[in-house]
């Protein structure tokens, strides 16, 4: 599926990728997707290809929306993003394409950005699912923002990255000797779209952004769906 580009009127570059329904037809006549809309919001990091990637794994029969959150990749990037105005384009890339009600799956620090679009946006959103998610409460000491030179070491680096990745990465996705072909298959997929890193560095930045917001009690209880919230003991 090719990723796009949409415009807002806050002047914001949204990339995004959309299921072809008419192409998944025509590859099985019978094919029919699930309703609603799944929306996959990706984990610090990652991208539209990465939502994907792991959309195709947790929600098979719905049609995924999968966009590249502020800063990352061909998306826009802001000195400041406001949460409302990420909220709003997506509701405005929504409109523009014809799409009513969403599964809202925010992922790590986009655990955030799902839940405040499902407070502001509760006509809009018919469930949240919460992977590991980086939840907006106002009870979490300040986060102090890492060195810059650390940052920028890590991901200034294709070569550094890659290395990490190889050393590391099948013990932060959990591989072990019980992980299934199809299950490596996909973690190999997933640890794919952490590459290239350089592009991806901005919205990274932009995440330390993004875990300080904090709701209210209210904010929350203007959520009207239910909520399904995943995360491991380590």
């Known amino acids: 599926t090719k990723a796009r580009i949409f415009n807002s009127s ?5 990339q995004y990728s959309f299921e072809d329904e008419e192409q998944q037809q025509q590859q ?3 094919y029919r997707y699930q309703e609603p809309v799944a929306l996959i919001l990706h984990a610090s990091g990652g991208g539209f290809d990465q939502g994907m990637a792991y959309g195709k794994a947790l929600l098979p029969k719905h049609r995924l929306l999968c966009i590249s959150r502020a800063g990352y990749l061909q998306s826009s990037a802001d000195a400041c993003p406001r949460i409302e105005h990420q909220c709003s384009d997506i509701v405005e890339l929504l409109d523009h394409l014809g799409v009513r009600e969403v599964i809202v799956v925010g992922m790590s620090v986009a655990g955030v950005l799902a839940l405040n679009f499902a407070s502001r946006y509760p006509e809009r959103t018919v469930s949240v699912i919460l992977l590991s998610p980086w939840v907006p409460h106002g009870n979490r000491p300040p986060i102090p923002d890492p060195p810059l030179w650390m940052l920028r070491m ?9 290395a990490a990745v ?4 099948d013990a ?5 000797k019980e992980t299934t072909h199809d299950e ?5 997929a997933i640890l794919q779209t952490l590459f290239p890193v350089t592009e991806r560095f901005t919205g990274f930045l932009q995440d330390f952004t ?4 904090t709701m209210s009690r209210e904010d929350f209880l203007k959520i ?8 491991a003991l380590d």
């Open 172 to 176: 932060m996705a959990g591989v072990t």
């Open 28 to 30: 099985n006549k019978s």
């Open 166 to 169: 190889r050393l590391v990465g």
């Open 154 to 162: 890590f991901f200034g680096s294709e070569f550094v990255k890659w």
């Open 210 to 213: 993004l875990m300080k917001q």
């Open 10 to 14: 806050l002047g914001s570059k949204i």
């Open 184 to 188: 490596r298959r996909m973690v190999d």
């Open 224 to 231: 009207t769906c239910p909520i399904l919230y995943v995360a």
